[in-house]
């Protein structure tokens, strides 16, 4: 890897735990400024980071030669940053979810087109590889015509939401919610997986805990998404983070001539009616040693990720599995949808009859 691409990252708190040890141990990126967009401890965003020069103001970021701009701040700041950034020709990578609305995320991404600059979104996960497995027995046409998707998810942290504040992350306002958060890349991988657009859907949203820790909370801990996409599959994205039970993932893909399932992205099965059930072998993940707890879970995403972002960067050889800010558009659109179809109890129709899916 010829060019190492030098780095500043706005956000002091996801970007200083994981974003910059993550780049670092990549070897293509060389994290050399990082701003703090609430103040904060300098001392403990050093050792963190590993990043001397640590800013407080982001717009400083701007005056340090760089060739990519990574926004981690919460979403309400995504667009203003992001966007100064393109103006001043710097590559974007922006955390999810892209924005607080589509309109938001469809001015990120003309700026990104006026720039000419990459826009790229941290929908990481499409590179585990159990998810890439996932999308090639489906593209293979393994289980025949796609019939429906059901994408599970619980994280067992009742507990922890009564206990401790969770800041912006509870607040509507600011972008928080577990729909945006976690939302925003089940969508992004039921698009990834099919190739397919979501023609209509109804949800609900849910706040189970409101009041807690000396806070008030009105962003949803809970959601249901039930749906149909162009081609006539239907889906259902059900995700609920205040629970007792133990945190886990489970996707049952199935089509006309069988099933796929994934469990916990780490197990992948295929059932068809002759041979019955088998576990399908997985490439072998990426890994690094040495990086800090918080980073190393999302090595095996991450640095897959990363690898493509480098490429088209440095190289202007985008992959088609980088996740640009036209996904991030499409999945704001879609987090918009569910919003309305909660907020007035009816489906909402995202596309005409004769919507397209993502490729023939």
Known sequence: MAEVLRVGIAGSGFGARVHAPMLAAHGGFEPVAIASLHRGDQERIRAESCISDV?????????????????????????????????RGIAVLCEKPMALDLAEA?????????????????????????????????????????????????????????????????????????LGALGSHMFDSLRYWTRDEVLELSAQL?????????????????????????????????????????????????????????????????????????????QPAAERQGLPQAAASYATAMLPFLDSLHAAVSEGRAGEDLPTFQDGVESQRLLDAVRSAAGNGRRQVLRGSGCQTLRP
């Not at 970021?61 to 100064?84: G, M, T």
């Not at 720039?115 to 499409?126: H, L, M, Q």
Request: proline share 3%; net charge neutral.
């Open 106 to 178: 469809e001015s990120m991404e003309a700026a990104r087109q006026q720039s000419a600059k990459v826009g790229a979104i941290t929908f990481e996960f499409r590179f585990r590889p159990a998810r890439q497995a996932v999308r090639r027995l489906i593209a293979e046409g393994r289980i025949g015509t796609l019939l429906h998707v059901a994408f599970r998810g619980q994280d067992a942290r009742y507990a922890h939401l009564l206990a401790n504040p969770i800041g912006w992350l509870g607040r509507r306002e600011s972008g928080g919610g577990r």
């Open 206 to 282: 849910t706040t189970h805990v409101r009041d807690a820790a000396g806070e008030r909370r009105d962003a949803d801990d809970a959601f249901q998404v039930i749906g149909r996409m162009c081609s006539g599959a239907t889906f259902l994205l059900d995700y609920r983070s205040s629970t007792h039970l133990p945190s886990g993932w489970q996707l049952e893909v199935h089509g006309s001539a069988g099933t796929i399932t994934l469990t916990d992205d780490a197990v992948v099965r295929l059932y068809d009616p002759v041979s019955g059930w088998q576990e399908v072998a997985l």
């Open 55 to 87: 800013l407080d103001d982001w717009r400083r970021l701007l005056d340090r030669r760089l060739d990519l701009l990574v926004v981690a701040a919460n979403p309400a700041l995504h667009r203003e940053i992001s966007e100064a950034g393109l103006a």
